[in-house]
T-cell receptor, first 116, second 114 residues
């Protein structure tokens, strides 16, 4: 069975600094996809970035990047040059590759607060 | 505008009542989902629906049932609500056949059961 664990409940950072969030996952599948989503204060859930299990290179999109450590089943999210609007709850999620209709398994989320 | 739309935004009801939530996506996707987000913010998949194939999370009580008229619509019916059904229900969609594709979420329907 799949499992996603985010151990950091909340993180506070100053604006324009870098924040790193941890996520570890469990799966029996050799092919899987890892996602990071952001949930804003209004409740909106927004996709940020994805890592495919077969890719060795860490994914990067804008000021989001991933630290994929496959042997440790770890997929950390790094946000550089943080802005006030990056304040949100960040969710790590996984889907195994066998069934494209399968839903995502989510972690409990990490609340990030960015202060000026 | 292409997105995932949900109605209503909020719903308050009494224990034992029946409720129905609507979801429509204009993204041209073939797969739709319902998630439940509880008070601790945990998001759990309830149903996946693709080409009339329904995948049910085995932990979902039988009083919940998805209803689809076409691939752009996936409604959620709860036959007799219970207090533990209070949560935010989120609809999502993704392109068919692309198991790497991200899911797009609607704004959610917040259900309060008194």
């Amino acid at each position: 069975a799949q499992k996603v664990t985010q151990t950091q409940t909340s993180i506070s950072v100053m604006e324009k600094t870098t924040v790193t969030m941890d996520c570890v996952y469990e799966t029996q599948d050799s092919s899987y996809f890892l996602f990071w989503y952001k949930q804003t204060a209004s409740g909106e859930i927004v996709f940020l970035i994805r890592q495919d299990s077969y890719k060795k290179e860490n994914a990067t999109v804008g000021h989001y990047s991933l630290n994929f450590q496959k042997p440790k089943s770890s997929i950390g999210l790094i946000i550089t040059a943080t802005q006030i609007e990056d304040s949100a709850v960040y969710f790590c999620a996984m889907r195994e590759g066998r069934n494209y209709a399968q839903g995502l398994t989510f972690g409990l989320g990490t609340r990030v607060s960015v202060f000026p | 505008e292409t997105a995932v739309f949900q109605t209503p935004n909020y719903h308050v009801t009494q224990v034992g009542n029946e409720v129905s939530f609507n979801c429509k996506q204009t993204l041209g996707h073939d797969t739709m989902y319902w998630y439940k987000q509880d008070s601790k913010k945990l998001l759990k998949i309830m149903f996946s629906y693709n080409n009339k194939q329904l995948i049910v999370n085995e932990t979902v009580p039988r009083r919940f049932s998805p209803q689809s008229s076409d691939k752009a619509h996936l409604n959620l019916r709860i036959k007799s609500v219970e207090p533990e059904d209070s949560a935010v229900y989120l609809c999502a969609s993704s392109p068919n056949g692309q198991n790497y594709a991200e899911q797009f979420f609607g704004p959610g329907t917040r259900l309060t059961v008194l």
